[in-house]
């Protein structure tokens, strides 16, 4: 079967808009590369992936996205040096290490390196 998709985007559930695009952007590092309607703010993360955050009520608190990165110690340095907490440092099956943390609402945002790459 050929691959029939191109390109991916992670939604993520807010009650609070203005919270959680200042949080994103503490640990994205930038403003929204787009914010097409009142409400939602769009980061090309990749070439063909973007993270999105949009206010949903109902499924604020209730959702999740993993980010690679290439190096997780520096991850988790910026990270600390913007004020937010990380969990503990897991490895999965000698393949990606993960580290948790919860945006304002409570979703998980993990970032994730992947030791095969290594």
């Known amino acids: 079967m050929p691959n029939r998709f191109n390109d991916i985007a992670a939604v993520i559930a807010t009650k ?8 994103y952007v503490r640990v994205i590092g930038r403003e929204p590369d787009l914010e097409p309607i009142e409400g939602v703010g769009e980061w090309q993360i990749a070439a063909t ?6 206010v949903d009520h109902d499924r604020a608190g209730k959702t999740a996205v993993r980010l ?3 190096d997780l110690a520096a991850q988790i340095a910026a990270l600390d040096a913007e004020g937010i907490a990380t969990g503990e ?5 000698d393949m990606v290490k993960v580290v948790d943390v ?4 409570g979703n998980e945002v993990s970032f994730v390196q992947d030791l ?3």
């Open 116 to 118: 095969r790459a290594e």
């Open 49 to 54: 992936a973007w993270l999105q955050i949009a």
């Open 102 to 105: 919860a945006d304002p609402d």
């Open 16 to 23: 609070d808009y203005a919270t959680a695009r200042s949080w």
């Open 89 to 93: 440092v897991v490895v999965i099956a």
């Open 68 to 70: 690679g990165v290439d």
